[in-house]
């Protein structure tokens, strides 16, 4: 079998093409290198047609106008090839997921809850995941800083954070991205590429894991977003010892708590966690050892192709 993967936005206007990268390397290491490649959506057509792949798989954001999947479709459908389309800003852009419906034999959604109400017959909850090339770094017992987050400081993350400062003050913070508001006394507004971030990850005593509400198209059913995004993957990937801001159970099905990952819904739990694991420095090891093991076995993009290939034996069976 042959497959390419090819972003469902123009890599010009896309933020997470390095996303694709490693997709393309989790289906080349379940087949061959030989046997996947991975192209922008702008020349995707051309390289169909040259690499004459058994399976397409477009993955990311369709949100953009400039989005078309004609050819793709038509490529499909001269030579037998299946489409399919791994979305990954579910819930946040689910109204403009209409738009491929017509292209799509099989659609795979980032999100459990907004696969409920995707309008298509082949629907498949899949999670992103870490790239253990990019992301794995041994576990270390070296900490440069107590907490650490990097993101965007959409309103209910500065929130959680300006309503934590009073139970954080005598902890070492490290808050970077963008968007933080000048009253959060330990943020910067300073970005991390995806290469480095790894490091941060493992050279925190704890690394929070928050997640966002920002919609951008997502009015219809006004969802909330119920499935982990990718950081925390890498996070675990990258040795991290993760303290999960809770507002959901779906986290268990990815990672045991108290074992492979901590969990917080309030400041004050939030500050008594990190001044446990400053005090019990090989208790940090074993959760941040298991975490990274919990990644390796389950948590890949190798796995996630294996997922995908199923689904779709399965389907076509």
């Not at 959506?41 to 051309?46: F, G, K, P, R, T």
């Not at 050819?71 to 800003?89: E, K, Q």
Request: charged share 20%.
């Amino acid at each position: 079998m042959k497959v390419l993967i090819c972003g469902a936005s123009p890599d010009r206007i896309n933020n997470n093409a390095v996303l694709r990268s490693y997709v393309a390397r989790g289906f080349s290491e379940v087949l061959t290198n030989e046997s996947v490649s991975s192209c922008s959506l702008d020349n995707a057509n051309e390289i169909a047609n040259s690499f004459k792949p058994d399976l397409i798989v477009v993955f990311g954001s369709c949100m953009p106008e400039s989005c078309d999947y004609t050819g793709l479709r038509n490529y499909c459908v001269r030579t037998g090839a299946s489409l399919a389309f791994w979305l990954h800003d579910d819930p946040y852009e689910f109204d403009l997921n209409f738009k491929i419906y017509k292209y799509a034999d099989y659609i795979f959604s980032n999100d459990r809850w907004a696969v409920e109400h995707i309008n298509h017959p082949k629907v498949t909850h899949l999670p992103l995941a870490a790239d253990k090339e990019a992301h794995f770094i041994e576990v270390t017992e070296s900490m440069d800083r107590d907490i650490f987050f990097c993101g965007v400081g959409f309103p209910n993350r500065t929130q959680l954070l300006l309503d934590s400062q009073s139970s954080l003050t005598h902890f070492n913070v490290e808050v970077m991205g963008a968007e933080w508001p000048e009253t959060l006394s330990f943020s910067k507004n300073v970005r991390i590429p995806n290469e480095d971030m790894s490091k941060y990850y493992n050279s925190s005593l704890v690394t929070l894991n928050i997640g966002r509400r920002h919609n951008l198209a997502n009015n219809k059913y006004q969802l909330d977003a119920t499935t982990p995004g990718p950081r925390t993957f890498e996070a675990a990937m990258a040795g991290a010892v993760q303290c999960y801001y809770i507002e959901g159970l779906e986290i268990f099905d990815y990672f045991t708590p108290n074992e492979e990952i901590l969990v917080f819904d309030s400041p004050e739990e939030l500050g008594l966690i990190v001044e446990d694991l400053r005090s019990s420095p090989q208790r940090r090891k074993n959760i941040a050892e298991r975490s990274q093991g919990r990644a390796l076995k389950d948590h890949t993009y190798a796995t996630r192709a294996k997922t995908i290939l199923a689904n779709l034996n399965n389907l076509n069976g």
